[in-house]
């Protein structure tokens, strides 16, 4: 009986992937047993496979407690405003086709007033250094929501930013007006070890 | 408060047994903890919101995995355009950009690990990332990706590859 041959990488790497069935797999199995070379394959990605699980990605259970916290500030804020802002307060879709819900931030809100921009360097200059406390905390999802308030007759449209990068990142937005509300988060605002959200709500 | 009929308990106990592994797949595809932490919440939020419970915890952790992936992908598109922003402003405001010396050392507390995974081309890294962390098999990746279980094969396959020699090369 021939020997079958060594099969496609791609085969074979499936094989270590449990993804090949009966009765490939018992063929491929017998191959193994006379074919160093391709169990040397294996054993190499048992050993990439291996790397890549050994090592935990870090902050794992502090980062489980701090989503958790901010999942129930979230619900809680949105459970309160579902209550205090329902039926006059018509929610639209966004341009996005997003529904926006929350809409914590009109009972809260308006700490820094800001020019942006049109103040020039100075400006900047104060921003800059407000949000310096803030910096620490790499990126994250804008989130632009935008509410459409007819009744008010205003239009707010909200940031969230964690950084002065993405600050900036709202800045350029093309058609971002100039004055800005920093909105900062109610709970132990500048705190610097623990970077909070912030919101920039944009005022028309 | 909670939503009427929302199951604290159940929330509970899937967020503990779930957000370690969503956790791992936001991380080890974006590289960055903060962002990983922004796209679980969003994740569970979006989970919360949903109306009907999914029936297992593995359907849960599809459907979160797979939330998770859409807005890597779309974090991914919007992080191009900021950094042209910030690279605008910076010019603005000098004394205020980031030093090159400071970006170098981040780069290096990076592990090994995710700086080898950052090396990998975008679709080689996602598909390996649902494979070795999200636990997923050939035919749920294939169907989250949109592609065929050959070609995801094949990605495993070429992601493997290229991980080995990035490690090899240490
Ligand atoms: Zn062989």
């Known amino acids: 009986m021939n020997r079958i041959s060594c099969p496609k990488n791609d085969v074979l790497s499936a094989y270590f992937d449990g993804e090949i069935g009966s009765p490939w797999d018992a063929a491929i199995a017998a191959h193994l047993e006379n074919c160093a070379s391709c169990r040397g394959k294996i054993?190499?990605?048992?050993?990439?496979?291996?790397?890549?699980?050994?090592?935990?990605?870090?902050?794992?259970?502090?980062?489980?407690?701090?989503?958790?916290?901010?999942?129930?500030?979230?619900?809680?804020?949105?459970?309160?405003?579902?209550?205090?802002?329902?039926?006059?307060?018509?929610?639209?879709?966004?341009?996005?086709?997003r529904e926006v819900e929350r809409l914590a931030f009109f009972r809260r809100q308006v700490l820094l007033p800001v020019p942006v921009l049109a103040g020039g360097v100075a400006a900047m200059f104060v921003l800059v250094a407000s949000l310096f406390f803030f910096v620490g905390k790499n990126g994250s999802e804008l989130s632009q929501t935008r509410a459409e308030l007819e009744n008010l007759k205003t239009i707010h449209v909200q940031y969230r930013v964690q950084n002065r990068a993405q600050l900036f990142g709202v800045?350029?937005?093309?058609?971002?007006?100039?004055?800005?509300?920093?909105?900062?988060?109610?709970?132990?605002?500048?705190?610097?070890?623990q970077p909070e959200v912030i919101y920039v709500t944009e005022r028309r | 408060m909670l939503k009427k009929g929302f199951d604290e308990k159940r929330?509970?106990?899937?967020?503990?047994?779930?957000?370690?592994?969503?956790?791992?797949?936001?991380?080890?595809?974006t590289g960055d903890v903060g962002i990983a932490e922004d796209l679980?919440?969003?994740?569970?939020?979006?989970?919360?919101e949903r109306h009907e419970p999914l029936p297992d915890s593995n359907q849960a952790k599809y459907w979160l995995i797979r939330v998770v992936k859409n807005m890597a992908l779309n974090h991914e598109k919007r992080k191009s355009r900021e950094r042209k922003a910030l690279s605008k402003l910076e010019k603005i405001t000098p004394q205020y950009a980031e030093s090159e010396e400071k970006r170098v050392v981040e780069d290096e507390l990076k592990s090994s690990v995710q700086e080898a995974l950052n090396?990998?081309?975008?679709?080689?890294?996602?598909?390996?990332?649902?494979?070795?962390?999200?636990?997923?098999?050939?035919?749920?990746?294939?169907?989250m990706?949109?592609?065929?279980?050959?070609?995801?094969?094949?990605?495993?396959?070429?992601?493997?590859?290229?991980?080995e020699k990035l490690f090899r090369g240490k």
């Not at chain 2, 679980?40 to 919360?48: D, L, N």
Request: with cysteine.
């Open chain 1, 43 to 97: 054993s190499a990605w048992e050993a990439v496979s291996g790397r890549l699980r050994r090592e935990e990605a870090p902050e794992l259970e502090e980062a489980a407690r701090r989503v958790r916290q901010r999942i129930d500030l979230s619900i809680e804020e949105r459970d309160e405003c579902v209550e205090s802002a329902s039926v006059e307060v018509p929610v639209r879709r966004s341009e996005h086709g």
């Open chain 1, 171 to 193: 800045m350029n937005t093309p058609g971002f007006e100039q004055d800005v509300v920093f909105e900062l988060p109610d709970n132990n605002a500048f705190n610097v070890r």
């Open chain 2, 119 to 143: 090396k990998l081309p975008p679709k080689l890294r996602m598909v390996l990332v649902l494979k070795e962390y999200g636990g997923l098999n050939y035919r749920e990746i294939g169907a």
């Open chain 2, 11 to 29: 929330f509970n106990a899937e967020y503990s047994q779930l957000f370690p592994v969503i956790f791992r797949v936001a991380y080890r595809v």
């Open chain 2, 145 to 163: 990706l949109q592609i065929s279980e050959g070609n995801v094969k094949v990605r495993v396959f070429r992601a493997r590859e290229q991980l």
């Open chain 2, 40 to 48: 679980c919440h969003e994740a569970f939020i979006k989970y919360y």
